[in-house]
């Protein structure tokens, strides 16, 4: 087992360094590169090549990429053009948004998504099947910044219950805080939670004609017990499994409903280095991001290998 | 005749798709009005006081707007899923058809890509070589190809232990000419459903790009670059927000129920 853990481990930080390696080279072949970015195109040839020479432009590749991983393994990511302070400190004041906003958005898909899934799957060809599935049919087809667009206009413009956008910052009050990310989770969550509860339907339907949920029944216990307690829980490894898969989507929806919303967070970040063309945010945001759905990926073996002891004799 | 019957879902899902493909169409030679052409007296007029569906804030005909848009988002979609699957399908059967190393790399690098969303991809490319249909297409179709790859890899390899193949190989035929001859053709059916389901996909993630300004050059209309717009006149003019995401909402779902659709329909095993 920790053999096992251990070569997965190895396999994660292989996979993270391939990932900056990719990144740095292809921003090296593109067209354009950082001085010149900078400069813009009026700029002399002199002028260039000294800020190319300043910023270790003329340097090969290898030489360039090393320099860049030493710096980020000891948490220097470069600087900002634009802001002129280390990345690595603006990519964690923006968190401070994201991460309170990915995992409410979460929270809200799970609890969607459970209880539709099970009663789904518990009355399969029901009322509550065919409902449950118009719901995820519609909610996997509807863009996230769309939903968040939508509900600006009911519960912001129209019912006025809400903040349209904007963020007050968490040391103005967590309550105000809360109110501001609500919106735009729930935009987040709806396109999540309709492939969380087909999963959640179709791993319960499977679970409840195995043996252990009969045993269950037949010792007596109650429907509702033998489900919840015996069948769900085991259900819930594919829903495991989809919610790291869906992490990179996430991910992207993040990126849109913080544009949206206004928020301050990661997503907002890149979308501003994007204006700017400040390329330094920009890739590290790649990066960071990249990084963590590879170390999402890596969790999820993981929580299968711990779940599910059947596992762990029969992989390599 | 009688499959369509028993399968609602198909049914539907074809009917958006092929509405979706002939407006897209029509919209090439005629629109109501033109989808550019702004008339300021007439801006931010509600659907059915001016034009079939309302116009903008400069006046210009939604309705025409949409249709043209159909048509961007529908082409540029279609392109980067044509590349990304044409790309990922050749991966996965040469590397199905060698295996060893090859695989272990291959996939791993399937990973990485993976892991990066299109998103995001699109915004580093755009930093770099500009916004732009292209930078759409290509961010779009990069992230496709580990996703086709896949597939076809685990498609690919199952056929491969099949005893029609091992008679092949027994009756001295190359792996090229086994990967042509059996393996495309029997997983030709799995691809086509993964198609059409991505399309879908792509749909969503270039109305994303565009409404970051990400897509299609300023000037054309496109439903997230619509969608952006409308983010100044939520209060005003709420049609203009929601016409461009029902737009987008109907087409993903009808692709999506259509690759559902196909897939029973292609797979006779599952048919109960």
Redesign the interface.
């Known amino acids: 087992m920790i053999a096992l853990i251990f070569r997965r481990f190895a396999g994660l930080i292989v996979t993270l360094l391939l990932v900056s390696a990719i990144i740095f080279a292809v921003m090296d072949l593109l067209p354009g590169d950082p001085a010149s970015v900078i400069l813009g195109t009026s700029a002399s040839p002199d002028t260039l090549a000294a800020l190319q020479k300043e910023m270790g432009l003329d340097q090969p590749l290898v030489v360039r990429y090393v320099a860049w991983l030493g710096g980020v393994l000891q948490g220097d990511f470069g600087n900002s053009y634009t802001y002129g302070v280390p990345v690595a400190g603006l990519i964690a004041e923006r968190l401070s948004v994201t991460v309170p906003l990915a995992l409410m958005a979460v929270f809200l898909s799970i609890a969607l998504a459970i209880p539709l899934g099970v009663q789904a799957a518990r009355h399969q060809n029901g009322a509550w099947d065919v409902f449950s599935g118009l719901f995820s049919h519609v909610s996997i087809a509807v863009p996230a910044f769309w939903v968040g667009l939508l509900l600006i206009i009911l519960f912001s413009t129209t019912l006025g219950w809400l903040p349209a956008g904007g963020f007050p910052g968490w040391d103005a009050g967590v309550v105000e805080s809360l109110k501001a990310l609500f919106l735009p989770a729930v935009a987040l969550a709806l396109p999540q939670a309709g492939v969380l509860m087909r999963v959640t339907r179709s791993a319960v339907l499977e679970v409840m004609n195995e043996d252990f949920v009969r045993t269950a029944r037949a010792k007596g216990l109650s429907e509702q017990t033998a489900l919840w307690r015996h069948a769900v829980p085991n259900a819930l490894i594919p829903v495991v499994t989809m919610l790291g898969l869906q992490f990179t989507f996430l991910i992207a929806g993040a990126v849109l409903v913080e544009n949206v919303f206004n928020l301050p967070g990661v997503g907002r970040l890149a979308y501003q280095a994007l204006s700017q063309r400040d390329v330094v945010v920009m890739q590290d945001v790649v990066l960071f991001f990249s990084g963590l759905v590879i170390l999402m990926n890596f969790l999820v073996d993981l929580a299968y290998l711990v779940i599910d002891p059947r596992l762990r004799a029969g992989v390599r | 005749m009688t499959f369509l019957m028993r399968r609602p ?1 198909f049914s539907i899902g074809l009917v958006i798709t092929l509405t979706l493909i002939a407006i897209a169409l029509v919209s090439l030679v005629w629109t109501p009005m033109s989808p550019t052409k702004m008339q300021i007296v007439h801006k931010l007029k509600p659907p059915l006081a001016q034009g079939f569906l309302g116009t903008d804030q400069f006046g210009r005909d939604v309705a025409s707007m949409l249709m043209v848009g159909a048509w961007n988002s529908l082409s540029t979609s279609l392109l980067a899923v044509a590349i990304g699957a044409t790309l990922g399908t050749g991966v996965g059967v040469i590397v199905a058809a060698i295996r060893g190393v090859t695989e272990t790399i291959v996939m ?2 399937c ?2 890509i ?8 699109a ?7 500009g916004s732009g249909r292209f930078t759409a297409i290509i961010a779009i179709a990069v992230f496709m190809v580990p996703v086709f790859a896949r597939l076809t890899l685990g498609a690919a390899r199952q056929i491969w232990t099949r005893d029609y193949v091992t008679a092949a190989i027994g009756m001295g035929r190359n792996r090229a000419k086994i990967t042509v001859v059996h393996v495309l053709p029997n997983i030709a059916n799995q691809i086509i459903v993964q198609v059409t389901i991505q399309l ?1 996909l792509a749909i ?2 270039e ?2 790009l565009s ?2 300004g ?1 897509g299609m050059p300023l000037g054309a209309p496109t439903w997230g670059r619509m ?1 952006s717009d ?2 100044t006149f ?2 005003q003019a ?1 049609w203009l ?2 016409l ?2 029902l737009a ?3 087409a ?2 009808g692709l ?2 259509l690759g559902d659709g196909l897939r029973d329909l292609l797979d006779p095993r599952d048919q109960t």
């Not at chain 2, 993976?114 to 991809?121: D, E, G, N, Q, R």
């Not at chain 2, 915004?123 to 070589?129: E, H």
């Open positions: 879902t791993r690098v990973d990485i993976f892991a990066v969303p299109p998103i995001l991809s915004m580093l490319l755009g930093a770099f070589i879908g969503l993630t109305a994303g409404f970051l990400l969608l409308a983010q939520l209060g709420p927000a929601l461009p995401g987008i909402a109907l993903v779902m999506n129920m």
